[in-house]
């Protein structure tokens, strides 16, 4: 899995892959481009394409995904994914509060609720959850909510 947060204009993410409890990378580039959009996934590696592919309606077929994510489109940020009820979904994640995804959620959540910068709040989760780890990134979306303890972007670690 991963832990993805957010808070204050913010995306912080963790670069560990695993497959079972064997760890794969712990520098791997989990932030995708694609067509103006910027994706960012956790679950099973093998259906995020399926899952960007519906996202710009093109559907592979209906076998359910171990995959969701957020995507970064015009100005938004949205957490998608599908499942055998729903089939895909988009939800907008309302950016004046805190929010993560994956593996390391609780932990994030926890962090951000006792004042932790999104990227710290991936830290602390990195501490508990064998499935978040390596370096941590960061990506800014809104400068204007950016919180002054945020690191530049880019790689931090």
């Known amino acids: 899995m991963t832990t993805i947060a957010y808070k204050n204009g ?9 497959r079972g409890s064997l760890i794969d990378h712990d ?24 899952l960007m592919d519906e996202f710009f309606g093109m559907k592979s ?15 938004r940020l949205c957490q998608i ?33 006792m004042g932790a910068t999104a990227k710290e709040a991936v830290e602390a989760a990195a501490k508990r959850d064998v499935y978040t780890g390596g370096t941590i990134r960061t990506l800014i979306i809104d400068e204007g909510m950016a919180d002054a303890k945020t690191i530049t972007p880019g790689v931090t670690a």
């Open 10 to 18: 913010v995306i912080a993410y963790d670069s560990r892959v695993t």
């Open 27 to 50: 520098d791997y580039e989990k932030l995708i481009h694609r067509s103006g959009h910027q994706f960012l996934f956790t679950g099973c590696g093998a259906d995020f394409a399926a």
């Open 61 to 75: 077929n209906d076998k359910p995904l171990d995959a969701n994510g957020l995507v970064v489109t015009n100005g």
């Open 81 to 113: 994914g599908r499942d055998t009820e729903s089939g895909f979904w988009l939800d907008e994640v309302w950016m004046d509060r805190p929010f993560a995804i994956g593996s390391g959620r609780d932990f994030a959540l926890a962090a951000m609720d």
